[in-house]
Structure formats: C-alpha cells, structure tokens
C-alpha cells in the first residue's frame, strides 16, 4: 500500500557529494518518521539519518557534519545530502517510514547504491 522510492545514488569520487531522495506514495507521510539506514556487503544494515515529523534529526556519529537529512512534506520526499564522500561510505542505501501512532506498520524502500572510489 505504502511505496518508497529512492533515486540519487552512483560511482563518485572520494570527497565528492551525492543527494539521495525517498519519495513515498502514502497521504500521512507528514506524520511518518523518516530514516535513511545503510547496509555493506557482510554487515548488518545501520542507522544513518533519521528525521520526525516535526524536523528533530538524529545522526550516527560516523557521519555527523557530513551528511545530512531533511524532508518536504509538500512533496512527500526525504533526503539525504552526502558530502566529503569517504569510500566507507559504500553501501546500499535504503529510506524507511515508521508511523509513530500505528507502530507496526513500517515501510522499507528497494535501495539504491552509493559507490565512492577513485
């Protein structure tokens, strides 16, 4: 019923930056807790960036100052800004929607590849 989508991400350079966008098909999505979670080949998926429905936002410290997460409601999109791109940055990346009044439903979006090497 709920669809996410993320688009932005690709190869780039170490240092370079990438935005990555969530879009989600769902009417409520204002009141959703928006997150961008990250999973490495043979790692177990982590915690990237999270944003509320009222803009309080939570970072892992690994990328605190680097990135950054914010959202537009009238467009129903999450993103994320990836700056000084390290290659331990590399993983799949996916965006999450959590609905803090209903706690069991949680959507997941397919994922899409970020790739920082030289």
């Known amino acids: 019923q709920v669809q996410l989508v993320e688009s932005g991400g690709g190869l780039v350079q170490p240092g370079g930056s990438l935005r990555l966008s969530c879009t989600s098909s769902s009417s409520i999505f204002h009141i959703y807790t928006m997150g961008w979670y990250r999973q490495a080949p043979g790692e177990q998926r982590e915690l990237v960036a999270a944003?509320?429905?009222?803009?309080?936002?939570d970072y892992a410290d690994s990328v605190k100052g680097q990135f950054t997460i914010s959202r537009d409601n009238a467009k129903n999109t999450v993103y994320l800004q990836m700056n000084s791109l390290k290659p331990e940055d590399t993983a799949v990346y996916y965006c999450n929607a959590k609905n803090p009044v209903v706690t069991i439903y949680e959507y997941w979006g397919q994922g899409t590849q970020v790739t920082v090497s030289s």
């Open positions: 944003i509320t429905s009222g803009g309080r936002t």
